[in-house]
């Protein structure tokens, strides 16, 4: 498990992180999500030791990444996509690494083979496209076949396929034990990955959540009834937050509620009434409009229209 507390970073007088705590729970993949400039890269080059932090400190299962011996077998890590030496090929790249690391050069050709890169092992990376690039860099993350892996922005550049294995492949290594730290903003491919959430805007830390727990506090009931007035005041008397009018109603469900029982308390009220009911379903915001919902406030740059849609879905 990777365990961060109160980690901070600052350039001078500016804050980069301030006083970031949560947790990367093993077998798990979490997800790292925050505005553009929120401070997720400084966080991760943080946690590895490769950049200092000003206060706070990241353990790996209790012990600073400085202070471990076999780094490599402990965490992988993407980073940049770029940071190959462009003449050599990609298998070149990964042997120089398994030297420097001390590890077998018969492991480059397993992660070649297992990011799919084998038939281009031997061409210059120079020639390499950004997601062929991209797979290389999850093959050197995973030369020393660490028990954790911290990964920025790892489907940049990936074709559909591509991003389809990648969610394969950080899925499968979590269900194998691996504790998995990813940032993307491609908030529909987090919602299919990730088990958890650590949310952070400003530098400053949102919450941390189980993946269930962040998407419902956007769930609503929708009805459509023959008298949607007198539905409207049975729910409003309980507590309700309804809106709508007379064809449609939305009945918002309250935070930590079940939205099936709100359900049959519209049900039971709709036969209690003799008022006929003809519709009745379960709207939920997605990843995108919560994560929206939860950063409004931490966004560097809104347009009008961007802050009207966000102060609604609130």
């Avoid at 350039?11 to 705590?21: C, Q, R, V």
């Avoid at 990813?182 to 941390?208: C, F, N, P």
């Avoid at 049959?264 to 997605?286: D, F, G, M, P, Y």
Wanted: hydrophobic share 40%; aromatic share 4%.
């Amino acid at each position: 498990m990777i365990t961060v507390e109160r980690l901070s970073k600052a350039y001078g007088s500016k804050k980069a992180i301030n006083e970031l705590t949560f947790t990367v729970p093993d077998a798990t993949v979490t997800g790292f999500l925050g505005p553009n400039g929120s401070g997720k890269s400084t966080s991760m080059r943080c946690i590895l030791g490769l950049d200092k932090p000003t206060s706070g400190r990241a353990l790996f299962d209790g012990t600073p990444f400085a202070d471990i011996a076999d780094k490599s077998a402990v965490a992988g890590s993407l980073l940049d996509a770029a940071w190959f030496t462009p003449e050599r090929s990609g298998r070149g790249h990964l042997r120089a690494l398994a030297a420097g690391a001390g590890l077998p050069a018969g492991r480059v050709d397993d992660c070649l083979e297992l990011v799919g890169l084998t038939d281009a092992a031997g061409k210059r990376v120079k020639g390499y496209s950004l997601g062929m690039k991209q797979r290389l860099g999850i093959a050197a993350a995973l030369l020393g076949n660490p028990r954790h892996l911290i990964l920025d922005e790892p489907v940049n550049g990936l074709d559909p396929e591509g991003v389809s294995w990648m969610r394969q492949t950080i899925r499968r290594l979590a269900d194998d034990g691996c504790a998995v730290l990813v940032s993307s903003h491609l908030l529909s491919e987090m919602q299919q990955t990730a088990d958890r959430l650590v949310v952070i805007g400003k530098g400053e830390m949102i919450g941390e959540y189980g993946l269930d727990e962040f998407l419902s506090g956007g769930a609503s009931i929708v009805v459509a009834s023959e008298n949607n007035a007198v539905v409207a005041q049975k729910l409003h008397s309980m507590g309700v937050e309804v809106t709508g009018n007379a064809d449609l109603l939305r009945a918002e469900v309250p935070a930590e509620s079940d939205e099936s029982e709100l359900r049959r308390v519209i049900a039971h009220t709709c036969l209690r009434e003799n008022i006929a009911v003809t519709h009745l379903s379960t709207e939920t915001q997605n990843l995108e409009q919560r994560f929206l919902a939860a950063t409004a406030a931490s966004q560097e740059y809104r347009s009008a229209e961007s802050t009207r849609v966000h102060e609604g879905a609130l």
